[in-house]
């Protein structure tokens, strides 16, 4: 039997108990109340353009929080479907066998401080509060700016409503993929017990919201440095093809309306003629993975040079670099995980030209510490000795993601030829051979493999899986669900239990509760 199932089952029969005692420490002080109100109220705030600014910062600044908790790029969004393993003979490979436990869905035992991984901290996943904060906060400057502030004029109002409610639905479409069925709110001030509401309903209103303000936000911003680091219309496009395409896999009886609303955004992304696919160069992809590129659509832009505190765990890619791409040389002689042969065979047949194969992977089949992931090796920081990962940005949305996206509802309308071409806009970049197959299902598991060649580590694979139902076809998922796990929502995550601070109403997920 598998080690990291032989201890699993030696710490199961406890790992609710601990899971709640655990995870209690994260307690909010109200309900959906949760900064100083001092801090939010605007009496003393919002008295100037710049006190807006330094208040949008902070949206995003409070939302990256949550994702340099850790390795949560690739926890959440990569390995749950049993792809990754640990590579024997790795720094701390006792450590890094979380990656297996995720794999197999374990993410009670993932979470269990008592076993060797208890540093990656994956209860803080299950912790929401953070999210809330970024909601309340948005929903406290939409207020003020509906009311009106000294210096702002008509014109950025309306900008900066655009932004914080992008901000908001952001929030709301990253914790649906995450818990499913989430609280719902928009007024500034929220103290009323409320109960979760449907997530296909939450999107719908997030829809709504958001698609009125997508004209009032610029295709690119007058600053440079802005550019994919602060939402624009790309972003709010890409963000609302998003949430129809999660919503197209569960509101079934409407996904023709999704699908055509996605096909329809995704063609005014593309005619805006505002963003391009860089060649895959090292000048071009080094760009891309630089940040603020014309590829980039949404990213949190963090860079040593503005001595951003990034997490050592948190880049994808810190587990399947190596030394001379990872430093320093003495711990990092192999990589920490790889993807198993069958997987990348899968996605780069030997058979099939494309650029991406050799580009961004060296031992791709390597099934050992040898292999790497060059896709994110580049921007290698120079000191040589420190602990550092490549000073790359954390993508979000980029272009071939919205590109793709337009290709799938194409194809699911039965537009195979408008699906192919935008298919083929992917593949002519990578030098890939051009798609040459028919359509209908074929087409459509075509570009489902075809997003996990180009957005290989960028935290999609998983949702894909589970928003298509592929997730319990053991075609596409190596540890799939079965379908009494995917209707209990076992491609959720647990609930921290504070969320039943002060709100009677509040259930958590029913799955995580009788493991």
Same mark, same amino acid.
């Given at each position: 039997?598998?080690?990291?199932k032989i201890m699993r089952n030696k710490k199961i029969a406890g790992a609710i108990g601990v899971l709640a005692l655990t995870l209690c420490c994260f307690?909010?002080?109200?309900?959906?109340?949760?900064?100083?109100?001092?801090?939010?109220?605007?009496?003393?705030?919002?008295?100037?353009?710049?006190?807006?600014?330094?208040?949008?910062?902070?949206?995003?600044?409070?939302?990256? &929080?949550?994702?340099?908790?850790?390795?949560?790029? *690739?926890?959440?969004?990569?390995?749950?479907?049993?792809?990754?393993?640990?590579?024997?003979? @790795?720094? *701390?490979?006792?450590?890094?066998?979380?990656?297996?436990?995720?794999?197999?869905?374990?993410?009670?035992?993932?979470?269990?401080?008592?076993?060797?991984?208890?540093?990656?901290?994956?209860?803080?996943?299950?912790?929401?509060?953070?999210?809330?904060?970024?909601?309340?906060?948005?929903?406290?400057?939409?207020?003020?700016?509906?009311?009106?502030?000294?210096?702002?004029?008509?014109?950025?109002?309306?900008?900066?409503?655009?932004?914080?409610?992008?901000?908001?639905?952001?929030?709301?479409?990253?914790?649906?993929?995450?818990?499913?069925?989430?609280?719902?709110?928009?007024?500034?001030?929220? @103290?009323?017990?409320?109960?979760?509401?449907?997530?296909?309903?939450?999107?719908?209103?997030?829809?709504?919201?958001?698609?009125?303000?997508?004209?009032?936000?610029?295709?690119?911003?007058?600053?440079?440095?802005?550019?994919?680091?602060?939402?624009?219309?790309?972003?709010?496009?890409?963000?609302?093809?998003?949430?129809?395409?999660?919503?197209?896999?569960?509101?079934?009886?409407?996904?023709?309306?999704?699908?055509?609303?996605?096909?329809?955004?995704?063609?005014?992304?593309?005619?805006?003629?505002?963003?391009?696919?860089?060649?895959?160069?090292?000048?071009?992809?080094?760009?891309?993975?630089?940040?603020?590129?014309?590829?980039?659509?949404?990213?949190?832009?963090?860079?040593?040079?503005?001595? &951003?505190?990034?997490?050592?765990?948190?880049?994808? *890619?810190?587990?399947?670099?190596?030394? =001379?791409?990872?430093?320093?040389?003495?711990?990092?002689?192999?990589?920490?995980?790889?993807?198993?042969?069958?997987?990348?065979?899968?996605?780069?047949?030997?058979?099939? @030209?494309?650029?991406?194969?050799?580009?961004?992977?060296?031992?791709?089949?390597?099934?050992? *510490?040898?292999?790497?992931?060059?896709?994110?090796?580049?921007?290698?920081?120079?000191?040589?000795?420190?602990?550092?990962?490549?000073?790359?940005?954390?993508?979000?949305?980029?272009?071939?993601?919205?590109?793709?996206?337009?290709?799938?509802?194409?194809?699911?309308?039965?537009?195979?030829?408008?699906?192919?071409?935008?298919?083929?806009?992917?593949?002519?970049?990578?030098?890939?051979?051009?798609?040459?197959?028919?359509?209908?299902?074929?087409?459509?598991?075509?570009?489902?493999?075809?997003?996990?060649?180009?957005?290989?580590?960028?935290?999609?694979?998983?949702?894909?899986?589970?928003?298509?139902?592929?997730?319990?076809? =053991?075609?596409?998922?190596?540890?799939?669900?079965?379908?009494?796990?995917?209707?209990?929502?076992?491609?959720?995550?647990?609930?921290?239990?504070?969320?039943?601070?002060?709100?009677?109403?509040?259930?958590?997920?029913?799955?995580?509760?009788?493991?």
């Open positions: 039997m598998n080690s990291v307690s909010c002080k109200e309900f959906l109340t949760v900064e100083p109100v001092d801090r939010l109220t605007g009496n003393n705030f919002y008295r100037s353009i710049d006190d807006v600014e330094s208040n949008v910062a902070n949206m995003y600044s409070m939302f990256f &929080d949550k994702i340099n908790e850790g390795w949560i790029m *690739g926890g959440i969004g990569e390995a749950r479907s049993g792809e990754i393993i640990a590579s024997p003979g @790795a720094n *701390g490979y006792s450590a890094r066998r979380v990656v297996e436990v995720l794999g197999e869905n374990d993410l009670l035992y993932a979470m269990d401080p008592s076993a060797p991984w208890e540093w990656y901290h994956y209860e803080r996943v299950t912790n929401w509060t953070r999210y809330y904060q970024v909601i309340q906060t948005a929903n406290i400057l939409v207020n003020k700016l509906e009311e009106g502030i000294p210096g702002v004029s008509d014109v950025d109002k309306q900008r900066y409503i655009a932004e914080a409610t992008f901000m908001r639905c952001f929030a709301y479409w990253w914790m649906v993929r995450l818990y499913g069925d989430v609280v719902y709110y928009t007024t500034p001030y929220n @103290a009323e017990s409320l109960p979760r509401e449907g997530m296909v309903s939450v999107l719908n209103k997030c829809i709504a919201d958001l698609k009125p303000h997508k004209d009032n936000m610029p295709w690119a911003h007058a600053d440079p440095a802005l550019k994919g680091a602060r939402a624009s219309r790309g972003s709010i496009i890409a963000l609302l093809m998003h949430m129809n395409m999660w919503n197209a896999g569960f509101d079934r009886n409407n996904r023709e309306g999704y699908f055509r609303e996605v096909a329809s955004l995704g063609t005014e992304l593309i005619q805006s003629n505002t963003y391009r696919l860089y060649p895959l160069t090292e000048e071009g992809w080094s760009t891309v993975m630089k940040g603020r590129s014309d590829e980039s659509l949404f990213e949190f832009y963090r860079s040593i040079n503005y001595q &951003d505190n990034n997490a050592a765990l948190s880049p994808f *890619g810190d587990h399947f670099l190596r030394w =001379p791409y990872k430093f320093p040389r003495f711990n990092n002689q192999i990589s920490h995980c790889y993807y198993i042969d069958t997987y990348m065979a899968r996605l780069y047949p030997s058979a099939v @030209a494309d650029k991406r194969a050799d580009f961004w992977f060296e031992d791709m089949l390597s099934n050992s *510490g040898q292999f790497i992931a060059v896709k994110f090796a580049f921007n290698v920081y120079a000191s040589g000795n420190e602990d550092r990962n490549p000073d790359n940005t954390f993508l979000i949305f980029r272009y071939p993601d919205a590109i793709l996206l337009h290709a799938e509802a194409l194809a699911e309308l039965a537009r195979d030829n408008e699906a192919i071409a935008s298919l083929n806009m992917i593949r002519e970049r990578a030098e890939a051979t051009p798609y040459g197959g028919g359509g209908g299902q074929e087409l459509k598991d075509f570009i489902f493999w075809e997003r996990c060649r180009e957005l290989f580590g960028e935290g999609h694979r998983y949702f894909d899986l589970v928003r298509t139902q592929r997730i319990m076809n =053991p075609t596409f998922a190596r540890n799939p669900l079965n379908s009494d796990q995917y209707n209990r929502r076992a491609w959720t995550w647990p609930i921290d239990p504070s969320a039943r601070n002060n709100n009677p109403r509040m259930v958590l997920n029913e799955y995580w509760l009788t493991r």
